[in-house]
């Protein structure tokens, strides 16, 4: 079975040697964003400006975004030791492939808010790999002291039906208190959910318009000591 590993040339492309480029990128980034440049056309003054190329600048994307922005995403965020006895809402594919992206050996970036990102995604697609139930029972772990745990994935993604069939499995099997819903607009659900319900996802949208959220992704890699970890 397969991994969810790196890109060929991501090691090349994400050496130290680039750093100082892709560090300077990301604060004019994070600085045009902060004054309500749009994100496309910012992102290619800067690209251009330091000649990366178009998964570089992808990253510097990814790890981005305006001091406020950032600010008011860390004043909602809840830590994983403070979620005992509260519903928990899981941005389904946004963490389960940072996971498997780490444990594959994939390029992982430390954004500016703290969140950890992967350049993997999904693709209209989702295939089930070797670190797949690792990753779901590290999770289910974790929050056992959550009141209730609810994932979130996208319907329209193939495959979606057979990962919600396992994670039924594998939550009788080792007494998780799971619900899964496979949702059209996944994002726009987590996001009308209350602070009642803590959310769990580094996407940018949901972590800017959704309520209280935890950092679940880069916490549980930060306390098994895995990922291959990019910060600029």
Partial sequence: MRNRGPQPNDPQLFAPKHFPALTAATDDLCWLLGRGYGVDSALQLVGNRYRLNKRQRMAVGRVSAGAEEIAARKSREVELADIAGRGVAIDGFNLLILLESAYGGGLLLHARDGTYRDLAGVHGTYKHVRHTEPALLLVGEALRPAASVKWYFDQPVSNSGRLKTLLRKLAESH???????????????LIALTDEVVLVSSDSWILDDGGAWCNLGRTLLEREGVGWVAKF
């Fill in 175 to 189: 007494g998780f208190d799971w619900d899964v819903e496979l949702a059209y607009n996944p994002d726009k659900e």
